[in-house]
């Protein structure tokens, strides 16, 4: 009894997974019986081989159960691309959106099944990993030729009038929206139908394994920077208006024969000049239309 209280059985396996499992926690095992004084007797000795034997199946069939399958790299069929027109890329707007030169315009692309982190959003912060996506597609694209591809399961433009396409870079064929995702610089974009929809779900697949891109775990989300102060328009001093007299108080002016009341300064008023207050004036005179006094 004291013997197997002093022989410590192997310990923390259980975080340990595949190959790794089995080699280590086999030399454990083996380091544990080596230490330990074999009996004369064989029937123990082959008890002790059992235990170690059993043990390290075990380990082999758990090593099975537990480790993933990776997973596999879809073969995607590519279109007879000498059939599709070529078109100049002006620029790259974002991971997932392009414009390029089409009969003479310029025209927004969209790239079909693929959504990177955004960074061009008029209220939106920049999103995690959006400008590592958006430098990528332009490291692909920049300066370059792309064959255009529309599904027709998808149309031709979506909801902000932008051209919905599978992109091919010119003249290699590689296929831009794949291999975005293969990357791991976006996912595979199912909320509608697309011919390629189960391919792409096994890139996100592939890439999220792989941690690759968006996927690893070392990347950290970017900082939203505080939006600008506001800044106050200037102050423009404005007088405030006088207040305007109250008819009781304003004086105006009549004659002894008239029947209009006056100003002052009128030219009416100089045979005779009877002062009286507006709200008076207006009861038994209309205003003179020379002088145009308050009314």
């Not at 399958?69 to 991971?95: C, F, H, M, N, W």
């Not at 912060?125 to 996506?133: Q, W």
């Not at 591809?149 to 590689?174: E, F, K, S, W």
Request: charged residues 25%.
């Amino acid at each position: 009894m004291a013997e197997s209280r002093k022989g410590a059985s192997p310990k923390g396996i259980s975080h340990i997974s595949g190959d790794h499992l089995i080699d280590k926690s086999s030399a454990r095992l083996t380091m544990w019986v080596a230490r330990k004084p074999f009996s004369k007797g064989k029937t123990m000795n082959r008890k002790r081989l059992s235990i170690v034997m059993a043990f390290i199946l075990a380990l082999s069939v758990t090593a099975t159960a537990v480790a993933p399958e990776p997973a596999k790299l879809p073969q995607i069929k590519q279109p007879d691309l000498s059939k599709l027109t070529v078109y100049p890329v002006l620029r790259v707007k974002d991971g997932d959106t392009i414009v390029i030169r089409k009969d003479m315009l310029s025209i927004t692309v969209r790239l079909i099944g693929v959504d990177t982190p955004g960074t061009v959003h008029p209220s939106k912060p920049v999103e995690r990993y959006g400008r590592e996506a958006s430098r990528f597609t332009t490291n692909l694209l920049k300066g370059e030729h792309v064959y255009l591809d529309p599904d027709p399961q998808q149309g031709l433009t979506d909801a902000y009038g932008r051209m919905l396409t599978y992109i091919y870079r010119y003249p290699d064929g590689l296929f831009v929206n794949a291999e975005i995702i293969r990357q791991g610089y976006g996912h595979a974009y199912t909320k509608f139908p697309f011919k390629y929809m189960e391919e792409f779900r096994q890139l996100e697949s592939f890439a999220r394994q792989a941690e690759k891109g968006l996927w690893s775990k070392n990347v950290l989300p970017i900082e939203a920077k505080p939006p600008p102060p506001v800044r106050e328009s200037p102050k423009i001093y404005t007088p405030s208006p006088k207040p305007k007299p109250e008819p009781a108080s304003i004086t105006v002016y009549v004659t002894r024969t008239g029947s209009k009341y006056h100003r002052g300064h009128c030219g009416y008023l100089r045979k005779s000049r009877m002062p009286m207050k507006l709200k008076d004036a207006k009861l038994m005179y209309g205003p003179c239309t020379r002088c145009r006094p308050p009314r």
